[in-house]
């Protein structure tokens, strides 16, 4: 699976952006596929993720009801509509996949699972 992450950009706080993540070659649709973010100094961090095998979502303490995960089939392409952002949410964020071979629920992947497939970064700065 390849991955592209990209719609990263300098945006004030209080501004909005949406990540895109398009896979080239492999369907997304039988994969657990996460959104992680790693700011500068800090460990990377799940910050929404959608299992396949139970369908369920999980967002973040950090960015719950900020930001959506959605997606878009006939692009293969899944989306972080990220609004409201603050300072905080500055970091490289990067899409990440299964191996199509485990069936965890959402809140797992995001907090525990390696995922076995990494996009290039996008970097997210706020910024004012």
């Known amino acids: 699976v390849q991955l592209q992450a990209s719609g990263g950009g300098t945006v004030q706080p209080g501004g909005s952006l949406r990540l895109s993540c398009t896979s080239f070659?492999?369907?997304?649709?039988?994969?657990?596929i996460g959104w992680f973010r790693q700011a500068p100094g800090k460990q990377r961090e799940g910050i929404s993720c959608?299992?396949?095998?139970?369908?369920?979502?999980y967002y973040a303490d950090s960015v719950k009801g900020r930001f959506t995960f959605s997606r878009n089939r006939a692009k293969n392409t899944v989306y972080l509509q990220m609004n409201n952002l603050k300072p905080d949410d500055t970091a490289v964020y990067y899409c990440?996949?299964?191996?199509?071979?485990?069936?965890?629920?959402?809140?797992?992947?995001?907090?525990?699972?390696?995922?076995?497939?990494w996009g290039s970064g996008t970097l997210v700065t706020v910024s004012s």
């Open positions: 990440a996949t299964d191996d199509g071979r485990t069936y965890y629920d959402a809140t797992y992947y995001c907090q525990h699972y390696s995922m076995d497939n």
């Open positions: 070659g492999d369907t997304l649709d039988y994969l657990a």
């Open positions: 959608r299992s396949n095998s139970d369908g369920s979502t």
